[in-house]
Nanobody, 116 residues
Framework: QVQLVESGGGLVQTGGSLRLSCVGSGTIFSFAAMGWYRQAPGKQRELVARVISGGRTNYADSVKGRFTISRDNAKNTVYLQMNSLRPEDTAVYYC??????????WGQGTQVTVSS
């Protein structure tokens, strides 16, 4: 059974930092594109950052220069370092694993709240 488990969310003040972690189990994630998505109340889920198996990354414009995605294939783990957090970053953050063929896999989400 493939599972993704996120951790590291919480409440932080504007300008603060958090580091999210996502640990995968049940398959080899080194071949997957791993991503972080977020969904704020009343809004659609959106891509925050993504790292493919070769290490190339891409980011939403709104987080460029503030967030960094990384992966440790030996630990089946992907991280999201979030710096200079803003109230508009408040959302539930989800980890995603995308392989060559469907389905995608999702974690249960972790809440990030940034107070002003």
């Amino acid at each position: 059974q493939v599972q993704l488990v996120e951790s590291g969310g919480g409440l932080v003040q504007t300008g603060g930092s958090l580091r999210l972690s996502c640990v995968g189990s049940g398959t080899i994630f080194s071949f997957a594109a791993m991503g972080w998505y977020r969904q704020a109340p009343g809004k659609q889920r959106e891509l925050v950052a993504r790292v493919i198996s070769g290490g190339r990354t891409n980011y939403a414009d709104s987080v460029k220069g503030r967030f960094t995605i990384s992966r440790d294939n030996a630990k089946n783990t992907v991280y999201l370092q979030m710096n200079s957090l803003r109230p508009e970053d408040t959302a539930v953050y989800y980890c995603n694993a995308q392989f060559t063929h469907p389905p995608d896999y999702w974690g249960q989400g972790t809440q990030v709240t940034v107070s002003s």
